[in-house]
C-alpha cells in the first residue's frame, strides 16, 4: 500500500504540474499577442478567487445544509462515534464532527477546509448497511480526505480550471473586437511569426478549457484512489472497505444531490453507478477497480 | 550583481533551508511525543472502564468468580506498575484477563443480551482497538522521524543538534503474536 501512496502522489504532482503549465502558456500567449492591459479579465479572476474563498471557508455549513444532515453526539450512535474516534487516533487528527444524513441510498463524504474544522458525513442508508469493519473502512476513506488535505487541493484545481477557462474566453473575446477594429498596428515585419502565434492561440484557446477539465477529473481520479490506498494504510485492513464498496455497488439508489458541482467530495458517484464507460469526465473511478486495488493489497 | 551580493544571498538561502530542515524535525519529534502519551491516555481509558465491567457481570456470573477476580487483580498491576517494561506485562496481562471474560460471557445468554452488556462490550472493543490505533500512530510517527533523521539532506541538521532515534513499540508478549485459535 505504501506503493500505491506513492505512485498516487506522483501523479497527483504530475497532473497538478500539468494544469500550471497550461495556466502559464495561455497566460503567456495571450500576454504576447494581446499587449493591451486585460482588465476585464484581472476582474473576471478576482471575482473567481473571492468566491472559490467563499466557498473554502462556508463549505461545509453550506454543503451539510443542501444534504439535510444532523450532528450527532455520543449518545446517538456510540458505534459511529467510536470507530471514527478509533481513526482520529490512528491518523493524529483531531476528531471531525460528525453527521448523518437522512436518505436511503448509500454514500459518505468529508468536507471542511483543514483538520481542525473538518465535518464528516453518512447517509443513513448506508450506516444501516455495514458491520463495523466496513464502516471503518468507510469513515478512513474520509479521514483520508481530510489527512491528505483534497478540499483544499480540489479548490485550488477548480480555481486554477476557471482562470483558464477565463483566460480562453477573454482571447475569443479580443479576436472578435480586433477583427472589428481591423487587426493591431504592429507592422508587417514579423507576419510571418504573428501568423504562427496567432493559429497556436486559436488552437490552445479552443482546447485548454476541454483539457483543463480533463485534467482536473483525472486528478479528481487520482485523490479518490490515494484516499482508498490511505485508508488501508490508516486501518491495517483493507478489506473492510473493498467489502463496504461491493455493498455500496449491488445497491441502486440515487443520491439525491442538489447539484453537480457537489458531485466529487462523495465517496462514490453519486448519479451514475453502472456505467462501464470509463469516461475521461468521471470524477471517480469505477467501483470494480477500486476494489481490485484494495484487495491486490492484502499481501502487504 | 557584485560577487559579494551572490554569496549573500545564497547564504540567507542556505539559512533560510536550514531553518525549515530543523523546524520539521522539532515537528516530527514532538509528534513521536504526543503519540507516545496518546497510548497512555487509551490505556488509562481501559483501567476507568474495567469497575463497571465488574459490577454490570457480577450478577450473572455467579460461578465464574475466579475471571472477574483476575480482571480486578490485574487492573490493580497495571495501574501500580512504574517501569515501561512493568506496565508492558501488567497491559498484557489484562488483556488477557478480559479475553478469558468475554469467552466465558458467551455461555451466559442472558448476560450477552443485557443493554449494558451491550453498551459495555461496544465501549471495550472500541477502547482495545484506540489501544491497537494508538501503538499504530506511535510506530508511524517515529517511522516518519526516522526518515527525516536518515535522508539527506535532513540528516545533516538532525547531526548538528543530536536528534535521536527512538524505539518502536513491540510486542514483547511472543504469544500475542500468534494467531488465536478459533475452535467449534
Same mark, same amino acid.
Given at each position: 500500500?505504501?506503493?500505491?501512496?506513492e505512485?498516487?502522489?506522483?501523479? #497527483?504532482?504530475?497532473l497538478?504540474?500539468?494544469? #500550471?503549465?497550461?495556466?502559464?502558456a495561455?497566460?503567456?500567449?495571450?500576454?504576447?499577442?494581446? =499587449?493591451?492591459p486585460?482588465?476585464?479579465?484581472?476582474?473576471?479572476?478576482?471575482?473567481?478567487?473571492m468566491?472559490?474563498?467563499?466557498?473554502?471557508?462556508?463549505?461545509?455549513?453550506?454543503?451539510?445544509?443542501?444534504?439535510?444532515?444532523?450532528?450527532?453526539?455520543?449518545?446517538?450512535?456510540?458505534?459511529l462515534?467510536?470507530? &471514527?474516534?478509533?481513526?482520529?487516533?490512528?491518523? +493524529?487528527?483531531?476528531?471531525?464532527?460528525?453527521?448523518?444524513?437522512d436518505?436511503?441510498?448509500?454514500?459518505?463524504?468529508a468536507? /471542511?477546509?483543514?483538520?481542525?474544522?473538518?465535518?464528516?458525513?453518512?447517509?443513513?442508508g448506508?450506516?444501516?448497511?455495514?458491520?463495523?469493519?466496513?464502516?471503518?473502512?468507510?469513515?478512513?476513506?474520509?479521514l483520508?480526505?481530510?489527512?491528505?488535505? %483534497?478540499?483544499?487541493?480540489?479548490?485550488?484545481?477548480?480555481?486554477?480550471? /476557471?482562470?483558464?477557462?477565463?483566460?480562453?474566453?477573454a482571447?475569443?473575446?479580443?479576436?472578435?473586437? +480586433?477583427?472589428?477594429?481591423?487587426?493591431?498596428?504592429?507592422?508587417?515585419?514579423?507576419?510571418? /511569426?504573428?501568423?504562427?502565434?496567432i =493559429?497556436?492561440?486559436?488552437?490552445?484557446?479552443?482546447?485548454?478549457?476541454?483539457?483543463a477539465?480533463?485534467?482536473?477529473?483525472?486528478?479528481?481520479?487520482?485523490?479518490?484512489?490515494?484516499?482508498d490506498?490511505?485508508?488501508?494504510?490508516l486501518?491495517?485492513?483493507?478489506?473492510?472497505l473493498?467489502s463496504?464498496?461491493?455493498? $455500496?455497488?449491488? @445497491?441502486?439508489?440515487?443520491?439525491?444531490?442538489?447539484?453537480?458541482?457537489?458531485?466529487?467530495?462523495f465517496i462514490?458517484?453519486?448519479?451514475?453507478?453502472q456505467?462501464?464507460?470509463?469516461?475521461?469526465? %468521471?470524477?471517480h473511478?469505477?467501483?470494480?477497480?477500486r476494489?481490485?486495488?484494495?484487495?491486490?493489497?492484502?499481501?502487504? | 550583481?557584485?560577487?559579494?551580493? $551572490?554569496?549573500?544571498?545564497?547564504?540567507?538561502?542556505?539559512?533560510? &533551508?536550514?531553518?525549515l530542515?530543523?523546524?520539521?524535525?522539532?515537528?516530527l519529534?514532538?509528534?513521536?511525543?504526543?503519540?507516545?502519551?496518546? !497510548? @497512555?491516555v487509551?490505556?488509562?481509558?481501559?483501567?476507568?472502564?474495567?469497575?463497571?465491567?465488574?459490577?454490570?457481570?457480577?450478577?450473572?456470573?455467579?460461578h465464574?468468580?475466579?475471571?472477574?477476580?483476575n !480482571?480486578?487483580k490485574?487492573?490493580?498491576?497495571?495501574?501500580?506498575?512504574?517501569s515501561?517494561?512493568?506496565?508492558?506485562?501488567?497491559?498484557?496481562?489484562? #488483556?488477557?484477563?478480559?479475553?478469558?471474560?468475554?469467552?466465558?460471557?458467551e455461555?451466559?445468554?442472558?448476560?450477552?443480551?443485557?443493554?449494558n452488556?451491550l453498551?459495555?462490550?461496544?465501549?471495550?472493543t472500541? #477502547?482495545?482497538?484506540?489501544?491497537s490505533?494508538?501503538?499504530?500512530h506511535?510506530?508511524d510517527?517515529?517511522?516518519?522521524?526516522?526518515?527525516? !533523521?536518515?535522508?539527506v539532506?535532513?540528516?545533516?541538521?538532525?547531526?548538528?543538534?543530536?536528534?535521536?532515534?527512538?524505539?518502536?513499540?513491540? !510486542?514483547? @508478549?511472543?504469544?500475542?503474536?500468534e494467531?488465536?485459535?478459533?475452535?467449534?
Amino acid at each position: 500500500m505504501y506503493r500505491q501512496i506513492e505512485e498516487n502522489l506522483r501523479n #497527483t504532482i504530475l497532473l497538478t504540474a500539468s494544469m #500550471t503549465l497550461l495556466l502559464l502558456a495561455l497566460g503567456h500567449l495571450f500576454g504576447a499577442l494581446l =499587449g493591451a492591459p486585460l482588465v476585464g479579465l484581472v476582474i473576471g479572476f478576482l471575482i473567481a478567487v473571492m468566491l472559490t474563498v467563499v466557498s473554502y471557508y462556508h463549505g461545509s455549513s453550506i454543503l451539510l445544509a443542501a444534504v439535510n444532515a444532523r450532528e450527532i453526539q455520543k449518545a446517538d450512535d456510540p458505534q459511529l462515534f467510536n470507530v &471514527v474516534e478509533e481513526l482520529s487516533i490512528a491518523a +493524529g487528527l483531531p476528531r471531525p464532527k460528525i453527521y448523518l444524513i437522512d436518505d436511503p441510498s448509500p454514500n459518505a463524504f468529508a468536507a /471542511g477546509r483543514d483538520p481542525e474544522h473538518a465535518v464528516v458525513a453518512i447517509t443513513k442508508g448506508l450506516r444501516e448497511k455495514l458491520k463495523r469493519d466496513e464502516l471503518q473502512g468507510v469513515m478512513a476513506h474520509e479521514l483520508a480526505h481530510i489527512q491528505n488535505r %483534497d478540499v483544499l487541493y480540489m479548490t485550488m484545481l477548480a480555481v486554477m480550471v /476557471g482562470a483558464i477557462v477565463l483566460l480562453a474566453d477573454a482571447y475569443w473575446r479580443s479576436l472578435r473586437s +480586433g477583427a472589428a477594429r481591423g487587426g493591431s498596428s504592429r507592422s508587417r515585419k514579423g507576419s510571418q /511569426g504573428q501568423a504562427w502565434l496567432i =493559429g497556436l492561440g486559436l488552437i490552445l484557446a479552443a482546447v485548454a478549457p476541454l483539457l483543463a477539465r480533463i485534467i482536473q477529473m483525472a486528478a479528481s481520479r487520482q485523490r479518490e484512489y490515494l484516499a482508498d490506498a490511505t485508508a488501508a494504510l490508516l486501518t491495517r485492513y483493507p478489506e473492510g472497505l473493498a467489502s463496504a464498496l461491493e455493498k $455500496i455497488a449491488k @445497491d441502486t439508489e440515487e443520491l439525491r444531490v442538489p447539484s453537480r458541482a457537489l458531485q466529487a467530495l462523495f465517496i462514490v458517484y453519486p448519479l451514475q453507478k453502472q456505467s462501464s464507460l470509463d469516461s475521461l469526465f %468521471d470524477s471517480h473511478p469505477p467501483l470494480e477497480e477500486r476494489i481490485r486495488r484494495l484487495r491486490s493489497m492484502a499481501g502487504v | 550583481m557584485t560577487a559579494v551580493g $551572490i554569496l549573500l544571498a545564497v547564504a540567507v538561502l542556505l539559512l533560510l &533551508v536550514w531553518v525549515l530542515l530543523y523546524n520539521r524535525l522539532i515537528a516530527l519529534r514532538n509528534r513521536v511525543e504526543n503519540a507516545w502519551s496518546q !497510548i @497512555d491516555v487509551q490505556l488509562k481509558r481501559r483501567h476507568d472502564l474495567i469497575p463497571n465491567l465488574v459490577e454490570v457481570c457480577k450478577g450473572y456470573l455467579k460461578h465464574e468468580r475466579e475471571v472477574l477476580e483476575n !480482571i480486578a487483580k490485574a487492573r490493580h498491576q497495571a495501574i501500580s506498575a512504574t517501569s515501561v517494561s512493568e506496565k508492558a506485562a501488567a497491559e498484557n496481562v489484562l #488483556t488477557s484477563a478480559l479475553r478469558q471474560l468475554f469467552a466465558v460471557a458467551e455461555a451466559y445468554p442472558d448476560l450477552k443480551a443485557n443493554q449494558n452488556m451491550l453498551a459495555l462490550q461496544e465501549e471495550l472493543t472500541s #477502547t482495545e482497538n484506540k489501544i491497537s490505533f494508538a501503538r499504530q500512530h506511535y510506530n508511524d510517527s517515529v517511522m516518519q522521524y526516522h526518515q527525516a !533523521i536518515q535522508q539527506v539532506p535532513t540528516n545533516i541538521v538532525a547531526n548538528m543538534f543530536a536528534f535521536r532515534e527512538r524505539a518502536f513499540f513491540e !510486542i514483547e @508478549d511472543r504469544t500475542q503474536r500468534e494467531p488465536v485459535k478459533v475452535q467449534f
